[in-house]
């Protein structure tokens, strides 16, 4: 981070030096004028800031005593090793690749909440055993608006698979699930959960009944449908872990807490 407090006259100096090996590395043309121009836009956003070296301002965090959360933004089944590969991201999205990206040793975990949609979803290519038929997909998909944030393509949707989460919980050492949208199966007759595969490969289900009726906004375990509250009890006792936060809509307050 050093290098955002040279004066542009040094940056463009270094540019000018590394533009030759560039060129004839990669046969690549560095624009001068337009990575100046993008250097001071950098400039002005980062400078005012305080910007310090990651693991260093964890270890004193720690030191102090203080929580960090750590929050993941891909699943473990787009993890680089441990994944559905090559149907996978470029990076380690476990839990334990989150604290060596970080610099933070295995020890400093001490708490771990799996996450998963009450239904599933893919994107892109790859095996998805749960993918649900078209109409029920799509079905899915517009109630929980299951298009990409970035590309808007439009997501795979399908059922929960309990293999699928076991694995993920022992992958990651979760100590308890969070189980999101359950509002997004609101208006569904019955709900297929896949159980294992036969040899085959091919995916057995259980059909549970639905609860058709709302439960968006619901912040009470107590309020919850039977069917609902049988639900999230059928996933507890496949996975062996118990489902301690449950959403139930898009608000942060929308969440039961068990």
Not at 31 to 40: G, K, N, P, S, V
Not at 83 to 96: E, F, H, L
Not at 130 to 158: F, W
Not at 161 to 184: E, R
């Amino acid at each position: 981070m050093e290098a955002l407090s040279w004066p542009i006259k040094n940056v463009r100096s270094w540019l000018e030096e590394k533009a030759t090996s560039v060129k004839a590395m990669y046969g690549v043309t560095v624009d001068i004028d337009e990575e100046c121009r993008l250097f001071e836009e950098a400039q002005k956003v980062v400078t005012p800031r305080i910007v310090r070296n990651g693991p260093d301002q964890l270890g004193l965090w720690r030191s102090e005593k203080k929580r960090i959360l750590i929050e993941g933004a891909q699943a473990t089944l787009l993890d680089l090793d441990h994944g559905t590969y090559p149907y996978v991201t470029s990076s380690q999205t476990t839990a334990a690749g989150a604290l060596q990206g970080l610099g933070l040793p295995p020890r400093a975990l001490n708490s771990c909440i799996g996450v998963a949609k009450a239904y599933c979803t893919r994107v892109g290519s790859g095996d998805f055993p749960c993918e649900a038929d078209e109409e029920t997909a799509h079905r899915l998909r517009e109630r929980g608006g299951e298009y990409g944030s970035v590309t808007k393509r439009p997501r795979r949707c399908g059922w929960l698979c309990i293999d699928d989460l076991q694995y993920s919980a022992m992958i990651n050492g979760f100590d308890c699930w969070n189980i999101t949208k359950m509002d997004v199966l609101d208006m569904e007759e019955e709900i297929p959960v896949g159980i294992h595969r036969d040899k085959s490969g091919k995916m057995i289900f259980e059909k549970l009944p639905g609860w058709k009726t709302s439960t968006v906004g619901i912040t009470d375990w107590e309020k919850l449908p039977n069917n609902a509250q049988n639900y999230i009890s059928f996933i507890e006792k496949g996975i062996g872990i118990p489902v301690r936060l449950i959403g139930t809509g898009q608000g942060r307050e929308q969440m039961i807490v068990r």
